[in-house]
């Protein structure tokens, strides 16, 4: 099929592979017995894809409902604490959105709006490069942190064991491997809900600005190849191209607008708290591990806060132009 027919999620395949992997991304829609485009009522009620996505929804619920029992009557401001609120605050977020993620799919809102999107041959590679730049990306700071979370948890002696509440905090025990493990699987969600989300988002925001962009190249040229006379069925044209984008970004942000609005209040939260942190308890931090840690999450919330606020700010400027 030539490019200019191909389907948005066609092209984000790679990035929605992915995040099908995760539970956050499905398509409930059945393809009809001839071959065509899903029917409007042809829903599958379960398959693996939606069970898994149920199962890894209920599992984030459950384990913001058991971290709030990290909490202690003990506890006095200072460097655990503070470790605490940023632990509770990014497991809240990372939840949220996947939740959203998991609500969009199971409703058909994301599917509707990737089917309603119209593609030029220009955006289509454009789409298919960078969803395969951003795919590779986010598997690389998964990995990373998930590495960083194996060493934390196994590797330091028990300084994350706080992390394993009411374990520890309200419960003791001496044989902590398995909920560890336990741990460490969660945290391996958290991550995928907390980096491909943001990626999906940042990678539709700077989609929808090439179109934008495409429109804007469209009328320079009819203005120029006109010396500025440009008919009226021409500027109308135009801007039904440019509303058509238009209402497509507002159908999005109804899908997703909970999970950019914890993104940005959480990882902003975070960010201020982890320099409080780095500024007035930098000498707690002696291992090298550690100390990269740190600096990694640094990078992910500065990174992850920059990419949320840069599209919106981008969009609305398009949007609003």
């Known amino acids: 099929m030539p490019d200019g027919e191909c389907t948005l999620t066609a092209c984000l395949k790679p990035l929605l592979r992915s995040m099908g992997v995760f539970g956050l991304y499905f398509n409930r829609r059945l393809q009809s017995s001839s071959g065509g485009s899903p029917s409007e009522k042809s829903w599958c009620k379960w398959?693996?894809?939606?069970?898994?996505?149920?199962?890894?929804?209920?599992?984030?619920?459950?384990?913001?409902a058991r971290v709030f029992s990290i909490f202690t009557s003990d506890d006095r401001f200072g460097q655990i604490l503070l470790n605490k609120m940023i632990n509770?605050?990014?497991?809240?977020?990372?939840?949220?959105?996947?939740?959203?993620?998991?609500?969009?799919?199971h409703l058909g809102k994301l599917?509707?709006?990737f089917m309603k999107i119209k593609l030029s041959d220009d955006c289509?590679?454009?789409?298919?490069?960078?969803?395969?730049v951003y795919t590779v990306v986010a598997w690389s700071i998964i990995t990373l942190a998930s590495a960083f979370f194996a060493y934390g948890v196994f590797f330091t002696n028990g300084s994350m064991d706080y992390m394993l509440a009411?374990?520890?905090?309200?419960?003791?025990?001496?044989?902590?491997?398995?909920?560890?493990?336990?741990?460490?699987?969660?945290?391996?969600?958290?991550?995928?809900?907390?980096?491909?989300?943001?990626?999906?988002?940042?990678?539709?925001?700077?989609?929808?600005t090439h179109q934008f962009k495409a429109v804007e190249k469209q009328l320079e040229r009819c203005l120029k190849s006109q010396d500025g006379l440009v008919q009226d069925s021409e500027i109308e044209?135009?801007?039904?191209?440019?509303?058509?984008?238009?209402?497509?970004?507002?159908?999005?942000?109804?899908?997703?607008?909970?999970?950019n609005a914890s993104a940005f209040c959480c990882q902003l939260s975070n960010l201020i708290i982890l320099l409080y942190l780095l500024i007035f308890y930098h000498s707690f931090y002696q291992d090298p591990m550690i100390i990269g840690a740190y600096a990694f999450w640094m990078f992910l919330l500065s990174l992850g806060l920059t990419f949320t606020a840069t599209g919106g700010i981008t969009l609305n400027h398009y949007v609003s132009a």
Not at 124 to 131: G, N, P, S
């Open 47 to 64: 398959n693996g894809w939606v069970i898994h996505a149920v199962f890894a929804v209920v599992l984030l619920w459950l384990n913001v």
């Open 237 to 259: 044209s135009i801007r039904q191209q440019h509303q058509e984008i238009a209402m497509t970004v507002s159908n999005i942000d109804d899908c997703l607008m909970f999970s």
């Open 88 to 105: 509770v605050v990014w497991m809240f977020q990372c939840t949220v959105s996947q939740t959203s993620f998991y609500a969009a799919s």
């Open 166 to 208: 009411p374990i520890q905090t309200h419960v003791t025990t001496s044989n902590l491997l398995i909920p560890r493990i336990v741990l460490y699987f969660v945290c391996f969600y958290l991550v995928s809900a907390h980096v491909f989300p943001q990626a999906m988002t940042f990678l539709l925001a700077m989609m929808f």
């Open 124 to 132: 289509v590679k454009y789409i298919r490069r960078i969803a395969v």
């Open 111 to 113: 599917q509707d709006a």
